[in-house]
């Protein structure tokens, strides 16, 4: 009888044991310091600075709300997005998929399975898109009226680099649009992407790729005039001459070996560069603005501006033409642009860009052209389907 009780005790003493545990383990590990000190705050503040790219502060504020309340589903999306960020995909799932088994409310819930579709969009594995897909398709089952879910799958199918995801894309922004909550703006200006590109229409998949880059470089604008405007042939067809840049050793006046002709790069600083093809055969072009320096580099990863494309354009209208005057055609006529002056060296290039309608203001506003601006891939594009409008006149 004793022996039954003393067993009853110690099984009962085990279960208060481990139930004792469990709920430690489940309790806060910290108490709140102030009235802002919540789970809530902490992750308002996370998702700030997570969008500033401080992935430091983000994880120290959703940690902050983690240590109030450790199932605190919204904490767990925020540190997957931050080592999602970092690169560090293992955490970063471990992270989401906490985040979606602890989501109580539907709230919740989108915002797990949307920072899901975030993580498949980071990666980029074989199946990604499928599995976005999916994860969209649960966000939007628990709130149709979520803007988050349309806006991130949206910037999935803009990733898929082909004209059917963009065209997918933009439906998924015009939907956030129409929801018009958050991500407004955000939805906004990627819609207007969708449309330049779609407009563009990049005929080739670097086009493409292009396209959806902010600030496009010497090297990304050598490809669009190799692929997309195919410069190399226009420019044999209207008998333009190119030249040979490879690099001649000088011959010594006491001995001359005819079969001893050292070559050099046209550039010193392409070798490894992806886009090597398409920088040479550019240079060998001998467009002004896009040729290799004095110092043998090209510089490959260095943006262009609206103006240094301008000159560029300018330079290849002359060549396709044969007409030398454009060079000077504007020269002494008043500027239409309020931010470019006649005295500026590259006025008439900017002014025969805008007389052909090839480029035009950035402000429609003010009327600015903001020559020092950078250009983005579908807007180089853009111009590119000008131009070549343009050249079949000649």
């Known amino acids: 009888m004793k022996n039954k009780l003393f067993k009853k005790m110690l099984s009962g003493g085990l279960l208060l ?15 709140a310091e102030s009235v802002l000190d919540t789970p809530d705050h902490h992750v308002f503040s996370g998702n700030k600075l997570l969008q500033k790219e401080d992935y430091d502060g983000a994880l120290r504020e959703f940690n902050l709300a983690l240590g109030l309340d450790p199932k605190y589903s919204p904490a767990h999306v ?4 931050v080592y999602g960020y970092k690169k560090d995909f293992k955490k970063a799932f471990d992270s989401m998929e906490k985040a979606k088994d602890l989501a109580k409310t539907k709230e919740h819930k989108v915002e797990a399975h949307t920072g899901m579709l975030r993580l498949y969009s980071m990666e980029r594995k074989e199946g990604w898109l499928s599995k976005s897909e999916t994860e969209f398709r649960s966000a939007i089952g628990n709130d149709v009226g979520a803007p988050a879910p349309y806006y991130y799958m949206g910037i999935a199918y803009k990733l898929s680099q082909t004209m059917e995801g963009v065209g997918k894309a933009g439906d998924m922004f015009k939907k956030v649009l129409e929801i018009n909550k958050e991500l407004v703006a955000d ?3 990627e819609w207007e992407l969708v449309q330049k590109i779609q407009r563009a229409a990049p005929g080739t998949k670097i086009g493409l790729q292009i396209a959806l880059i902010d600030r496009i470089t010497r090297a990304d604008l050598s490809a669009l005039f190799v692929q997309e405007l195919e410069l190399e042939k226009l420019f044999k067809k209207r008998g333009v001459k190119t030249f040979d840049t490879s690099f001649k050793s000088p011959t010594s006046p006491q001995k001359f070996e005819a079969d001893k002709i050292s070559k050099a790069a046209p550039a010193t600083d392409i070798e490894n560069h992806v886009l090597r093809t398409d920088v040479e055969t550019v ?18 990863n260095q943006n262009i501006t609206k103006v240094e494309y301008a000159v560029m354009i300018e330079d290849i209208l002359i060549k396709v033409s044969g007409d030398e ?70």
Request: include cysteine.
């Open 17 to 31: 044991l481990l139930f004792g545990l469990i709920t430690a383990c489940e309790a806060p590990k910290r108490k």
């Open 78 to 81: 925020g540190t997957g997005l």
């Open 187 to 189: 939805a906004n200006k």
């Open 283 to 300: 240079i060998g072009l001998g467009i002004r603005g896009l040729e290799a320096y004095p110092d043998h580099t090209f510089h490959p």
């Open 325 to 394: 005057s454009l060079s000077t055609k504007f020269i002494g006529s008043q500027p239409h642009f309020p931010d470019v002056r006649a005295d500026q060296w590259f006025f008439n290039a900017i002014e025969v860009c805008n007389a052909r309608g090839i480029m035009q203001a950035e402000d429609l506003t003010t009327g600015e052209f903001r020559p020092q601006n950078p250009v983005s891939g579908a807007d180089a594009l853009i111009i590119i389907r000008k131009l070549k409008d343009e050249l079949k006149f000649f």
